[in-house]
């Protein structure tokens, strides 16, 4: 159980000029929120019934996962058209419904761009395929030469980081084989050549036909690529990419040039600002090695945000998340900008099953670590993001069958090793019993990915029914991030705690603390909490828990 105090609860409505600051964002992963035509995939009708649902959560927008057009290799990362939408998902009406939705309830709608490769049925690559060696249309990738006297060896040893080699030899028109295209995902997806003028007026293009069609920005995806070293050279470490599931090669991500490109985006959006006041927002997505690396990418003049990945990916440890939040507020808030915190995505092992540990299954200890980490998340200082689904406290569906994957890195790989489908099965609404409301009509088809029975646990209506649930906890989390002039944008002030024990106070007297152990110690103040991840008493802080006081006594 948690308590909130109900003199709080009430959001201001204060109208912060730069609202992405420290803006809640919800990341719906389209295909799998909700199904309006039963035919067992998500599409953008189904986010326009749900928006009410995330009014009533409290967030500020939405993120859309990849909607255009598409032959699905990932799901939609492969791009076929930047200025459509699939019929998998509706049309470019049903879009313009789903703003306007979203506008009259105070939501803002952010796209996630593709910047970083297309799709191989992408009509500048097909062009690309059959005009040859030597052409403009190839120049708009990287074709390059094969290696070795015949040209059958890639031209440099990249791996790609989704398996096996980062180029892929074409058939040229009279059949013989020929150039090898770079891919650093998979041979569906690839390449941009940036360095090619065309592409960033493309872009120019694309970035342009949303704004104008009322988004309030982007979400970038694989923001630290588009530039690859000039001479694709061969790397120290050639499969550092695939090893890690990470963009790590530094041949082929994080080129200085990359700075130039934000720097123009971010004048585009001021552009729109200026118009008609409404502030665009940039949020990319960098995965560098160091939180000064990171901070580069939202200086003044280039992403207004980035995700910062180090809190997702440390471990249930106080000493380990003390150590990524202090070089965050360090190094990236130093820049004018403001961290942007995340602990869930369509990408990585939901927070309950990640911080669960073998010996504990069952025992709700994943659960309790999950809970505490979202109210810890959420007290800290600038933006956050939450994935569907993190806020019904879903865990990781880990024994999907072989037969029903459909992420790229199965069947690249042939190991399940970091695949991704088991954060994406489709949200469970209502019901007991699949599809659990999440797809409906007399002839509506299976969900896309099966729904596990326990799902019924976590349906959306048992949630909003039990005050115990994650989904109050996360709402009133929310309200009072709202309402106190303590949360959101600012600073923090460590406490002196017991060893396994974060606290800290953010402005006049909000305490957060968090007990990483799973024994009780006390309180770093007195008085009852104003809201707790578990139950809470006076003087007490129990193992697993975070909890929120307004005080005097630590000013």
């Not at 959101?488 to 396994?500: I, N, V």
Request: glycine content about 10%.
């Amino acid at each position: 159980m948690h308590n909130c105090c109900p003199s709080q609860r009430q959001a201001t409505g204060l109208n912060r000029h730069h609202w992405w600051r420290d803006a809640v964002i919800y990341q719906v992963y389209v295909r799998s929120f909700l199904d309006s035509t039963g035919d067992g995939v998500g599409d953008l009708a189904g986010v326009r019934a749900g928006l009410p649902y995330l009014k009533k959560l409290g967030v500020d927008g939405i993120w859309l996962s990849p909607f255009y057009p598409s032959p699905q290799h990932d799901h939609g990362y492969d791009v076929a058209d930047y200025c459509g939408v699939d019929p998998l998902f509706g049309d470019l009406a049903e879009f313009d419904l789903l703003v306007a939705a979203a506008r009259r309830l105070g939501v803002r709608v952010l796209l996630d761009i593709v910047p970083n490769h297309c799709s191989s049925e992408h009509p500048w690559f097909r062009e690309a395929l059959a005009a040859g060696p030597g052409s403009p249309a190839r120049a708009r990738f990287h074709f390059a030469g094969g290696r070795g006297p015949d040209g059958s060896e890639p031209p440099n040893n990249w791996h790609a980081m989704f398996g096996g080699p980062a180029w892929t030899r074409v058939t040229e028109a009279d059949g013989r084989p020929g150039q090898w295209y770079l891919h650093m995902f998979t041979p569906e997806q690839p390449d941009w050549n940036w360095r090619n003028p065309e592409i960033p007026a493309e872009f120019d293009r694309v970035l342009r036909f949303w704004l104008d069609r009322g988004v309030d920005g982007f979400r970038i995806d694989v923001a630290a690529g588009l530039y690859k070293h000039p001479a694709l050279p061969d790397s120290d470490d050639p499969e550092a990419d695939a090893r890690t599931r990470d963009s790590v090669n530094p041949l082929a991500w994080n080129q200085p040039e990359v700075h130039d490109v934000w720097r123009h985006w971010r004048a585009v959006c001021e552009e729109y600002t200026a118009r008609d006041g409404r502030e665009r927002l940039l949020v990319g997505e960098v995965s560098v090695p160091t939180a000064r690396e990171h901070a580069r990418y939202v200086r003044p003049d280039e992403l207004h945000q980035a995700f910062f990945f180090d809190l997702l990916g440390a471990a249930w440890d106080a000493d380990a998340f003390r150590k990524v939040i202090s070089e965050a507020m360090q190094d990236i808030a130093g820049t004018g900008s403001t961290v942007t915190w995340v602990l869930n995505n369509h990408d990585q092992v939901r927070t309950v099953t990640r911080y669960g540990e073998p010996a504990t299954e069952g025992s709700g200890l994943g659960a309790a670590r999950a809970r505490a980490a979202a109210l810890l998340m959420l007290a800290l200082p600038g933006a956050a993001y939450i994935y569907q689904g993190e806020e019904l406290g879903l865990p990781e569906v880990v024994d999907l069958p072989d037969d029903v994957l459909t992420d790229p890195i199965f069947h690249r790989t042939g190991s399940r090793a970091r695949i991704r489908d088991g954060c994406r099965v489709p949200l469970p609404w209502s019901g007991q019993a699949s599809p659990f409301g999440f797809t409906s009509g007399a002839e509506s088809a299976k969900p896309w990915l099966p729904q596990p029975e326990y799902f019924a646990e976590y349906a959306t209506d048992r949630a909003l029914a039990d005050t115990r649930s994650f989904w109050h906890l996360y709402r009133d989390g929310l309200q009072l991030r709202a309402s106190l002039p303590q949360l959101g944008e600012g600073a923090l002030r460590w406490l002196d705690t017991p060893p396994g024990v974060l606290a800290f106070v953010r402005g006049d007297g909000l305490v957060c603390a968090v007990n990483f152990g799973t024994s009780p110690t006390p309180a770093p103040v007195s008085g009852t909490p104003l809201l707790s991840s578990g139950p809470c008493t006076a003087g007490v802080l129990p193992g697993s828990t975070a909890a929120w006081w307004l005080s005097d006594s630590v000013l």
